[in-house]
């Protein structure tokens, strides 16, 4: 953390400047300098954000575009929002995702994940989905707590919408073009085409995002040979409004193609003794005696049809089909050779024995209905009710290699067919009881059914085959929610809300390494909050806060590596969390503008007495090993009390925005800080599978005229931090890192 000094300055003097310019608030109020409001579609209508009893936060504009530069993936959302962090050992393909501590770290390619991502209204549940570029949107919207009313399936986290920009009925267009060390090259563009006059509109829009592989294989010898990409997307969205008419259709055709290297897992550049990176860190150099690659392919297709059956009464439906295919290969151990071959060949550091394997999606289908009808009359009730069904095939072929044979041959297959099947049936209502409260409440019964067939047709070493292996689980739940919103005075609203939540159950089974099927049972959840939401001193302060308390019954957890390289599923008794959120977004002065976030989350698994493996490759337990009656045989370990995986309890972020008026335009400059705070990787604890508390900082400054170009130099994490983003604990200390420091000039030119 050598470059904390620094740190500290910057946040002095931030602290300071921000103590002399607040005071100017009541000094000089200026109506450009209000914040203008934020609508949001998180109840399924359009709302300002401020009368949704729901913890939310919203990313969009010109925070959005600097976020995610540099060629960032969907990743850049981590910790830039209160109780969120984004990780992953898939690298760009394979996100996962958590609020307020729920998540699922389970790198398996069919694995099920408790925050669900909802790209223009149809829900992306397969992972490998999840990762889709983000470009020419609306804005995201995260929603924190049980969402399982209104959206999807399996949400006990939350929601991460993202909502594209739609056609409108005029011309309008951008392009952005960036250029960046590493030789980064980013194009993004989109153009709005008004086919016929309020009738017929057409928007295209893409990005392609490039890097140069900048990581030495210094065990081939080969130069340059890792961390490079190439990912190209696009849309395109057809918008029909025939007049005199009270319909609408939106066709939206969409796509992506993802070529590059798996995530590059380092050995033993974790030290004994110590988390985060360590004494053999080198973020340019590797020594790998296996292959690395990832190739991704995915296209949809969404139709969005709505009617005003009456005045009062509006139906919507919506259908999505997603496809896609991925195949990724990696060396697992993150170096050459192994122990046993002698003095001189393996390293670096210890390695215990070698590891390379592959995941391919040979094929996923994914298609979703969804109809809902929606009731307002402009009096005190609202209402909707609706049914959703969804349908996921999927076809996965693991493979394992012996990287110590000539031609480094398979030596282990598994091939797996999921079948998934859920319906949902629901119904929301919403009554002004006063002028001051709103009383809301909603209900869905999902009934959801899983298939598989696994089995291994070529075992490691020798062990032969086994399968296959066919079963099914299936469970029905009713998920629920209700919440009331009470305005205090004209500037502050107030709210409560008690929801639950599940996730249905979950099967699991990587037969290239074991030879069991494992499967968890339904979790619920059960979650209370309450909060504020106001808009102070003349509208120039928005601050939105709240309190949580849930309480999880059979939570479902993820064994994910240990000493056997597997995954395995179980489920806890108890677990709970508990913690607050706030956001802020200030204009203290004129051509100043600050956002700020802040979130404190406590997790803990309840269970007097929860055991799990421990580690592989010499680290340090801390909790207590718990053995058989003959005391010899190990069962595990206790990580009751423990807290969540990859759960920090301090989350902050910041950015603040200042422009000096220049001729025809304005000379800016935009700064951004995120914390994540002190992480532990794994269900168990040790001292060195985690990563203590760092800030990531951006910069940008540029020009933007009144013509409609902003021209602009941008750095991202601009301090150079190096910290673990995650580990793989079966073989040795072996961890993978953040993004490097990348800086670049960027042009942007509006229509």
Known sequence: MQHRPALRTLLLGSTLFAATALPSFAQDVDTEARLPSVTVTAQRVEENIQDVPISITTIADEKLDV???????????SARVPSVIAESSFGRAFPRFYIRGIGNTDFDLNASQPVSLVYDDVPYESPILKGFPVFDLESIEVLRGPQGTLFGRNTPGGIIKFDSARPVHEFEAYIRGAYGNYNTRELEGAVNLPLFKDELALRLSGISQQRDPYVDNAFTGENDRYEGFEELAGRAQLLFTPSGTDFSALLNLHGRSNEGDARLFRANIIDAGSNGVGSNFDRDTVYFDGDNFLQQDAHGVTLRLEKGLTDAVTVTYVFGNEQATIESRGDIDGGFGAVFLGAGNFGPGFIPFPSESSGAVDALHQTTNEIRFAFDNGGPLRAQTGLFVFDEKVSITSKSFDTLAPGRPVNGIATRENQTDSTGIFASLAYDVSDRLTLSGGARWTDESKDFVVERTLGPFGSGTFGPVSGSVSDDQVSWDVSATYQATEEVNVYARVAKGFRGPSTQGRLVFANDVSSADTETVLSYEAGLKSELLDNRVRLNADVFFFEFNDQQLTIVGGLNNTVALFNADKSEGYGFEADLEAAPIDNLFITAGLSYNKTEFKDDVLLAPGCGGGCTMLDPAVYAA???????????????????????????????????????????????????????????????????GGLKVGYKADAGYDVSVFARNILDEEALTGAIDFNNLTGFVNEPRTYGVQLRWDF
């Open 67 to 77: 976020l995610k530069s540099s060629g960032a993936d969907v990743r850049f959302l």
């Open 630 to 696: 003959d005391g010899v045989t190990l069962l595990g370990y206790n990580i009751s009390g423990n807290s969540f995986p990859n759960a920090p309890e301090w989350i902050a972020n910041v950015t603040a925005r200042y422009a000096i008026p220049l001729q025809s335009g304005e000379l800016y400059g935009y700064t951004d800080w995120a914390y994540k705070g002190d992480t532990n990787f794994f269900l168990y604890d040790s001292v060195e599978f985690g990563q203590d508390g760092y800030w990531e």
